[in-house]
């Protein structure tokens, strides 16, 4: 069956950004994929801006700390510590308020989904906020660059040096932590490599950290110069020429490439296809963008099996309502308790190997909170959910990487954060006027199927019927904004 340029364009949007926004519905009938894949790319030509929201105490004080060059942060005071806690947290939740801004708002919607995938690749909990905003930095640049580059510089960030145990490994005594999951998590992927390969390559990684303003840091008398055998190569190997020996594997391809695919077109691999592109991935040194224009310029990726496979990320979810229903939020901290209650919170991601997505977004829970979103962005009804507990000082970690001892009360200090968000409203402003407009010159009676097919992958298994039954038919525009909150209430929905 021949489909429509509507929904073809529809479903670039879903996967290479973060769904149409409202402006532009209009274009969605008149053009190509391939003239929208275009405009996509020249829109997200331009390198971002570094997102900076650490507050200034804590500039101050990390500069002050800097110039003692004495003082470490295990000596400051337990109030201070606290507050530096405090501060840190603050950052982060505006780091990812501010991210969010950008995914929904910004026209570089193939920059920021493609930064979106390598957050959870290069999945990293740490507690503060310089370290965090810096590696989003690093892979807000490279996301449409070159892996092998943007690999180099995420190895090379205090946020994962220290999130994976790196500041520890010293020579005589090294950590395979960091080692350990360049290659299963980063790279190659798990069996694809020997326990001695991680061995070797952990003492090629000693002596890499970082100092308190995020820069790398080379501690060469920390570092182990001696002679390392690792995937088959012999030589006094240091962690960049381990990387490099990485890259060389045609199986780093394989992996990078299925993982992408997983994520852009099915989470059910198609083998032949999927090799196809790793051989043009290790073909071309592992540009990105040629991966992505493979992609996203085939025929076959505009399949029906491919269009609605996937379940929309929490994040999807969010963003995507607020680009087709433009809003003002007067309580944007309710989107983070949202994200939380949905299971994918920016830059606290589960474990080391990032979110499983899939089906796992779904269960009993989860479903019955999506459907209910769209209700509490019309009607100010409140969210009155419990969050699921969660460790909120990096799974156990503290902000050097070791063992937090006080777990129990950063679980308590959750709790208190989250127990006044539990009844919060979200209280937003629609501005509904184009989204309105854009179906002027459709008849009453065709109203329903309109909205659907602009909002919908897949065809719903709820008649019409029953949407009209439960809309406000008072008026045109009162039926569109309330066939809209319906149909966005449905679980096809939940599909993209």
């Not at 200034?56 to 606290?82: F, H, N, S, T, W």
């Not at 580059?149 to 020579?171: G, H, I, W």
């Amino acid at each position: 069956m021949s489909l429509s340029n509507q929904l073809k364009n529809q479903h670039l949007m879903w996967r290479a950004g973060f769904g149409p926004a409202v402006e532009q519905l209009p274009d969605l009938t008149e053009y190509t994929p391939k003239q929208f894949y275009k405009a996509l790319v020249k829109a997200s030509d331009k390198k971002p801006d570094y997102i900076d929201v650490a507050d200034d105490y804590l500039k101050g004080l990390v500069m002050g700390i800097e110039e003692a060059g004495r003082q470490q942060k295990k000596e400051l005071p337990q109030e201070d510590r606290k507050k530096i806690q405090q501060k840190n947290r603050e950052g982060i939740r505006n780091l990812n308020m501010y991210w969010m801004h950008e995914m929904v708002n910004s026209a570089t919607q193939l920059r920021e989904k493609m930064a979106f995938f390598w957050h959870g690749h290069f999945a990293c909990r740490n507690l503060n906020v310089f370290y965090q905003q810096g590696l989003l930095d690093v892979i807000r640049r490279n996301a449409l660059g070159n892996f092998g580059t943007l690999l180099k510089e995420v190895s090379r960030s205090a946020a994962m040096l220290n999130f994976l145990n790196n500041q520890q490994n010293r020579k005589d005594h090294p950590n395979e932590n960091f080692a350990r999951e360049v290659m299963e998590l980063f790279t190659m992927g798990r069996g694809n490599y020997t326990e001695h390969d991680i061995k070797e390559a952990a003492r090629a990684f000693t002596g890499w950290g970082a100092n308190l303003k995020g820069e790398f840091i080379f501690r060469r008398f920390q570092h182990d110069f001696g002679s390392k055998t690792i995937l088959g190569r012999t030589g006094n190997f240091d962690g960049g020429e381990v990387l490099d020996i990485l890259l060389e594997q045609k199986q780093t391809a394989n992996y990078i490439t299925q993982k992408i695919y997983k994520f852009f077109v099915n989470d059910k691999p198609d083998a032949d296809k999927i090799n196809w592109l790793a051989d043009r991935v290790y073909r071309n040194n592992y540009e990105i963008s040629k991966l992505l224009e493979d992609i996203f310029t085939s025929d076959w990726f505009y399949d029906e099996r491919n269009i609605g496979a996937l379940i929309k990320s929490p994040v999807e979810l969010l963003v995507g309502i607020q680009r087709m229903l433009p809003m003002k939020l007067e309580n944007e901290e309710a989107l983070m308790l949202l994200q939380r209650i949905l299971g994918q919170l920016l830059f606290y991601p589960p474990n080391v190997a990032g979110w499983p997505g899939g089906k796992t977004w779904i269960d009993s829970s989860s479903l019955m909170m999506r459907l209910r979103i769209p209700m509490m962005i019309n009607d100010a009804d409140e969210m009155n959910v419990r969050p699921k507990d969660d460790d909120d000082a990096m799974m156990g970690r503290t902000d050097d990487g070791m063992m937090n001892e006080s777990k129990k009360q950063g679980s308590k200090q959750n709790a208190k954060e989250y127990a006044g968000m539990r009844r919060q409203q979200i209280n937003a402003d629609v501005d509904w006027k184009l989204y309105v407009k854009h179906f002027e010159s459709v008849p009453r009676e065709k109203l329903g199927e309109a909205i659907s097919k602009n909002l919908l992958q897949v065809k719903s298994r709820l008649s019409m019927d029953v949407i009209k039954q439960y809309a406000d038919q008072t008026g045109r525009e009162n039926f569109i904004k309330t066939a809209t909150m319906q149909i966005m209430s449905t679980p096809e929905y939940q599909l993209c």
